[in-house]
RNA sequence: GUGAGCGUAGCUCAGCUGGUGGUAGCACCGGGUUGUGGCCUCGGCGGUCGUGGGUUCAAGUCCCAUCGCUCACCCCA
């Protein structure tokens, strides 16, 4: 083979990108609704951002990042989610001083050095959304509602998951409990249980072997755990979520990769994505702010993968992924006709049209064949014998119907009267 | 990092137990219609069978290696 991108890495053809415009079109249309401003931030960010954010003991931080030294000596890493890059643009720019909860989303590419699958790039595309300067737990409701309300126009059925980790004063006596609860068991449950019951042991409870699952049978759940305040909180997402009737099942075995969630966090799932099973995901991350060294100041966000949103948009609403029709084809007959042609669809052009000619003097069957092909609303026929009286012949391609147009010498004038005649036969 | 499957025309693929690579479909170009698309029909263009070794009289086919892709595990959007 020849050159090729890097594993993981994949072009977006203009096939497809017609796709891609419509739905960064869709999210920005309601992102904007709900009062987010869009914020665009570094690719690349020093390694120390998102190893305290995302945490040091993730995955992510410790064999996925793209990191490298730059030419100064400096860590530098391709970020791989986009919370922290916004937060740190959030507390560099002081940004909590101009109002007092500050909503944000940006969209753009990721990177993670993963093993591709289906639904799984090494460079993929994120939407990340951010309010930042309240816990109410309204705010958790309303975020929630609006990433459901962008798949509804998506025209995307997906379910939702809801829990709640708690925070740092009731999260460490369920870790514990559950430790103790764990390591009863370390001598039957599978090896991959054995290992995330050291590295995430709230991991252990999602297993999918059925094997472990029934030994888990009573395990402690954090929501049994909650600490008043986080319990009162998770009691008021769910009814804000209500009062929106937006559907949602809890899962309190739902987990986080990243460690800096807290309170709610929720998924977005469907079946249909292979092995992968979140299109989008998001969560509270109270102390996170801080952490990075901002304003004590709470905050929610989530992310939806876009090549995740495209494969479900594939499947459940090919009207979304339709290629754009071109206005009108000019068919031109001959040297002098084509020679007529060539300027009149730049004027076509300039009047706004979506004008398309063969430039390669093809016969009139292969020139009406690439109009098809455009899906064509009209095709502008020009032949010699039109030439010759100043005329030339509109087809319009569902009806067939063709009407005759006087022609004259002026490009501008032509393109005006067949835009007139066009907008007319509509 | 681990495992499995697959690399034959621009694309999707046939090619049985080794015996000269397909009239295959789609796409593209041209003819049937001396100037009219989507259907039909005829013809044309198009291939270092991923790469390198090995076995054999003979390898797309068997063996080894290598590169690539895909899917899955882990983990995640």
């Not at 999210?27 to 401003?37: I, Q």
């Not at 929106?244 to 809890?250: N, R």
């Not at 899962?251 to 977005?268: K, Q």
Request: glycine fraction near 8%; hydrophobic fraction near 40%; include cysteine.
């Amino acid at each position: 083979m020849t050159m090729q991108a890097l594993k993981g890495f994949k072009d977006i053809l203009p096939d497809e990108s017609p796709t891609w415009q419509w739905l960064e079109a869709a999210a920005r249309s309601v992102f904007h609704r709900f009062g987010f401003g869009e914020i665009k931030v570094p690719i690349l960010e020093k390694t120390e951002l998102f190893a305290r954010s995302i945490g040091e003991a993730t995955d992510i931080v410790e064999k996925e990042m793209y990191t490298f030294t730059d030419r100064n000596g400096e860590q530098i890493t391709m970020r791989p989610e986009g919370t922290a890059s916004v937060l740190r643009a959030f507390i560099e720019h002081n940004l909590q001083a101009r109002q007092a909860l500050t909503r944000l989303y940006t969209i753009g590419p990721m990177f993670r050095h993963e093993r591709p699958q289906k639904g799984r790039l090494r460079q993929f595309h994120q939407m990340s959304v951010e309010a930042i300067g309240s816990d109410h737990p309204r705010l958790d409701a309303e975020i929630i509602a609006m990433a459901w309300q962008f798949l509804e126009e998506l025209g995307l059925s997906v379910s939702l998951q809801i829990n709640s980790l708690g925070c740092p004063s009731c999260r460490p006596a369920y870790r514990e409990a559950l430790l103790a609860f764990l390591a009863a068991r370390q001598d039957t449950m599978c090896d991959d249980c054995k290992r995330r019951s050291t590295t995430n042991p709230l991991r252990v409870l999602d297993c999918k072997s059925s094997h472990c699952q029934e030994q888990y049978q009573g395990a402690p759940v954090i929501l049994d755990h909650l600490c008043p305040a986080c319990a009162d909180h998770f009691s008021a997402v769910k009814a804000s979520l209500d009062q929106l009737a937006i559907p949602y099942g809890v899962n309190a075995f739902m987990v986080r990769g990243l460690d800096y969630y807290t309170r709610t966090t929720f998924e977005l799932l469907t079946g249909a994505l292979g092995a992968q099973s979140a299109v989008g995901a998001g969560g509270r991350y109270d102390g996170l702010v801080e952490q990075l060294g901002g304003p004590k100041l709470p905050g929610i966000g989530f992310a939806m993968g876009m090549e995740r949103l495209i494969l479900l948009l594939e499947q459940q609403n090919q009207a979304a992924i339709a290629a754009p029709a071109i206005d009108c084809f000019v068919a031109a007959l001959g040297e002098a006709a084509v020679s007529r042609a060539f300027p009149l669809v730049h004027a076509l052009r300039a009047q706004g049209l979506k004008a398309a000619m063969d430039l390669e003097g093809r016969s009139l069957k292969s020139q009406m064949k690439q109009a098809d092909r455009l899906q064509a609303r009209y095709t502008l026929i020009l032949g010699e014998e039109e030439l010759a009286r100043g005329e030339a012949l509109l087809r319009d391609m569902a009806s067939k119907k063709q009407q005759v147009l006087a022609f004259g010498n002026d490009p501008a004038m032509i393109a005006a009267t067949v835009m007139a005649t066009m907008s007319t036969a509509q």
